[in-house]
């Protein structure tokens, strides 16, 4: 078993309100006890998926990312175990988790547009997103899928699964449509499951050291119209509130995982530092664009 980052004055489980700021009326949906886990449906080992809300759980969904994006030839070698990005230290980013036996088999996480970053994809795809902004669209894009120790029918349920999650949980705090970037070998995966629109062509993308990437778009009238089983395994029956609770991280947290992050580096002209970040939130306050 690996051996946990979280720095020790760092609790493993923390009153989500313990470190943010007071409440306001835009922090709609914003509560703060701990989110409730469901079980994966159609498979015999026992897999929960929630909103990560603890230490524990975001290391564990970091570092996963890390491997998997190291593995697939997506980050160069490196001491730092963690891909814990700029995007993820904004205060409305959510990290799903699923669990089997308290270990992280899969992880994605949603950005919702906000300022000053925006989304990932545009330092792509800017011209496109712009075009879903003045049409009015609640965008955030889907980014940081990893998994392992999942059999590929494992992997399909518990998939679809945090994608209901993720996707009730965006509707709920006020969303309507998910951006995405892929390798294009996974585009009609997407595209026939999920019911992914082409939003921009194949490029080179320097956050994954030059792989090839192409972007998408869907929001809950496409996917019914293209892919309407999908739509109806993840809208049919609403999840409970619970499930659906927003929890931020403490600011501590952040610095740490920044920190032990390969992506937050210091010796970088370009990298972004994570006092720049925080610094921004404590005088603007709710940064998401709608």
Request: charged share 20%; net charge neutral; with cysteine.
């Amino acid at each position: 078993m690996a051996t946990s980052l979280v720095h020790p004055g760092v609790p493993r489980t923390h009153q989500p309100n313990s470190s943010l700021r007071t409440l306001s009326s835009e922090d709609a949906g914003l509560v703060t006890s701990e989110p409730l886990a469901y079980t994966v449906p159609g498979i015999r080992r026992k897999v929960e998926v929630k909103v990560a809300s603890t230490a524990t759980e975001w290391e564990g969904a970091f570092r996963l990312v890390r491997k998997n994006y190291q593995e697939s030839g997506y980050e160069p070698p490196s001491t730092k175990l963690l891909r814990f990005t700029p995007f993820h230290a904004l205060p409305d980013t959510t990290v799903f988790v699923a669990k089997a036996e308290d270990q992280i088999v899969a992880t994605l996480t949603l950005v919702p547009d906000s300022r000053p970053l925006g989304l990932p994809l545009e330092g792509l795809y800017e011209d496109e997103v712009n075009v879903l902004r003045s049409q009015g669209r609640h965008i955030a894009e889907v980014t940081s899928l990893a998994a392992d120790n999942l059999t590929q029918r494992e992997f399909i349920y518990v998939f679809s699964a945090l994608s209901r999650l993720m996707a009730q949980y965006h509707l709920y705090h006020g969303g309507d449509t998910w951006v995405i970037t892929v390798n294009p070998r996974h585009r009609v995966y997407y595209c026939k499951t999920y019911g992914y629109m082409p939003l921009g062509p194949r490029r080179s993308y320097h956050a994954v050291r030059g792989h090839p990437a192409e972007a998408f778009w869907v929001d809950q009238h496409l996917m019914k119209a293209a892919a309407p089983k999908m739509h109806e395994a993840i809208y049919e029956r609403p999840l409970p509130r619970e499930l659906l609770q927003s929890v931020r991280m403490p600011v501590e947290l952040i610095r740490f995982m920044a920190a032990e992050s390969s992506q937050f580096d210091p010796l970088a002209v370009e990298a972004l530092d994570v006092n720049q970040i925080l610094g921004y939130m404590e005088t603007h306050g709710h940064l998401r664009l709608w």
